[in-house]
């Protein structure tokens, strides 16, 4: 069946009804593939088509895998110790591998296998075959030359046990989504996909695949509810690599650890302040090498102040996975998560991150405003992102200034579970969630003594950013309103109504930025679009402002929060270079307000290139940059 294009929600449910004569639909039927085996998808393979090689041992235990290309054209490997490995070459000829493993018995096995690649373009590719666990998040993606028809794009699965679909076909481009089945063993799921040029005289398709490994069920009291990547130590000879996996992303985890286990980064580097990069890198868990190596080259290259390295004073870990969406920061674990989006730089990169939607990305929909916000350099988006259609590669400068506000806001949450004053009054045998509960909050103390005072902005920042449903008040509310609530009150943003942890963080990161970068941050009261086609042109500002931490209702707060986050940063000499804001022009749309800033008398009015447009053909990412970027993640009860 082909999946219809998709609506003002962006995800449609389907039901894919497909052909699984070849297995019936019996997970535990693997005849369909060679056993013991590397498994090749497509029998003929053309340049621009994926190729993906599944090691195929459905009834042996499988470990240290490592992966090697031993001819043709050089090609990235991105995933050496998975049982996938998926590319898509651009030169034809062959293309030999390798793939070594221990099986259970402890035998050591070596299989080979060549692929010949013809000249023949092949403008239809699917991307990325890989494994995963029951119950993980699978996403796939289909992308095409600008000759095809995207209206002909049709999925069909080939084999194993039928999946429930949700897709996005926006953008020229279709991707969908499912969560892997419950299986037994080893289980291979395959689709293809295929598409017709716009005379309908020449198909294309490619397959792609999930092999798809059984899981221990969930239990009813672990910290993680929902099935989680496989990850690794990113360095194996970390003294940590032993429990670090188990104790900050494990389905199996059921009580926080202790601080022996997983102690504070300052608790380790106490004679060393900040911490040595290898230090820190020895508490990284990654579920792919490349994100690891990325997170130490920003540490190394783009950390010139150390705010990065005392920061992470105050964490246990560090994970970057390909399901971690969206970033966060957790005190059961002491650790901070980062999405791998922050970090790639190559498309094949990007390819091994799961795309699956932010779960928030509907709410408040029901809503007459919108509060977007944007940091801005020099009149322009200070950050740039990129459709998936688009098959770029982008320098670290790309993601720099997104990556650093994300990591001063969620390190502001770990320096307010554990301030510096506290790092070595704990007892090594205490949990780590009982250390950071019993903590004497700032951001608590914040609240106290300089107070949000807007209740309705409380209450709608739960139907924004928690799913709460609005009642008929709120849903009445016009942006005139959301300005009385709003405007008077001294909020850097509508996110920090949503609690007082992240209202004292957002205060921070906001000073940082502005500090060490001169990126200032918009924010705005807008109304709330609908229809088709609707582009950041359509949202008009009733109330914005530019720089809305030097107002001198939040100045005494901003210098709250960031001289107990970071007490080796001049907060006061940052908070005296904070000019007044700059005021939003009623009436303009958020795309004309963009160049508000008298920087530059001869720049125009006119509203420079950006792909951060506010549109059903925005994809989730760049959505999720204008309204939900940040997440707090509830606490166990345990």
Known sequence: MRLNNFKKNWFISASLATLLSACGGDSNNVNEYPLASIVQLDEKQNINQSIDLLLHYPYDQVSKINWRQTSGEPVAILAKASK?????????????????????????????????????????????????????????????????????????????????????????????????PKVNI???????????????????????????EPATAIGNNAYFSDRKAKVFAYNADSP???????????????????????????????????????????????SHQWMGERFEAFLTNNDPNNDMRNLLRATTAIVIAYDVRPSFYWAATGAIYLDAENFWLTPQER????????????????????????????????SQSYSRSARVTRTTDDALYRLTSLMYHEL??????????????????????DAAISSSFESDELAVTLPLVSQEMRDLAQVRFAGETANATQKAYLPIDVESF????????????????????????????????NIVRDVAITNQPTGDNVTSSDYKVKWGQRGRIGDNKLRERVLFSASRVLPEFDSQSAMDQVPTPIQMVEGDSWA???????????????????????????????????????????????
């Not at 997983?262 to 990654?286: F, Y």
């Not at 709003?486 to 000073?511: C, G, I």
Request: proline letters at 5%; charged letters at 20%; a negative charge.
């Open 186 to 212: 080893d289980t291979i799921i395959t689709f293809n996909v295929s598409a017709s040029d716009a005379e309908a005289s020449t198909s294309y398709s490619d397959s792609v695949a999930v092999l798809v």
């Open 84 to 180: 996938v490995v998926s590319f898509t070459p651009e030169t034809a000829g062959d293309y030999s591998f390798s793939v070594s493993f221990t099986l259970n018995d402890g035998a050591e096995q070596t299989l080979e296998k060549t692929i010949s690649v013809t000249d023949d373009m092949n403008k239809l590719t699917a991307r990325l075959s890989h494994e995963a666990l029951a119950e993980n998040k699978v996403s796939f993606r289909t992308s095409i030359e600008s000759d095809v028809d995207v209206d002909t794009i049709t999925w069909q699965q080939i084999s194993g046990p039928e999946v429930s679909l949700t897709s996005d076909n926006s953008n020229g481009e279709l991707a969908i989504f499912f969560d892997a």
């Open 592 to 638: 004309d307000n963009l160049t508000i800033s008298p920087s530059d008398p001869n720049m125009s009015r006119k509203r420079p290139f950006s792909l951060y447009m506010l549109s059903p053909k925005t994809t989730e990412a760049e959505r999720s940059v204008n309204f939900n970027h940040y997440y707090q993640k509830a606490l166990p009860k345990h």
């Open 486 to 517: 709003f405007s008077p009150d001294s909020a850097s943003d509508f996110y920090a109504y949503s609690s007082t942890r992240e209202d004292y963080a957002m205060l921070f990161e906001e000073l940082m930025m502005k500090n060490r970068f």
């Open 240 to 286: 940590y690599a032993a429990d670090l996996v188990n104790c900050v992303y494990s389905n199996s985890l059921i009580s926080s650890c202790t601080l022996e286990q997983t102690p504070l980064l300052a608790q380790e580097a106490q004679n060393t302040a900040p911490p040595t990069i290898k230090d820190i890198m020895d508490r990284v868990v990654v």
């Open 351 to 382: 390819d091994t991150i799961n795309e699956a939607p932010d779960f928030r990305a509907d709410f408040g929909n029901d809503l007459q405003f919108v509060m977007p916000w944007r940091y801005v350099k020099d009149n322009a988006y200070a």
């Open 412 to 433: 502001a949450h770990a320096n307010d579970f554990f301030p510096s004053y506290e790092w070595y009054s704990h007892n090594a045998k205490l949990r780590v969630l």
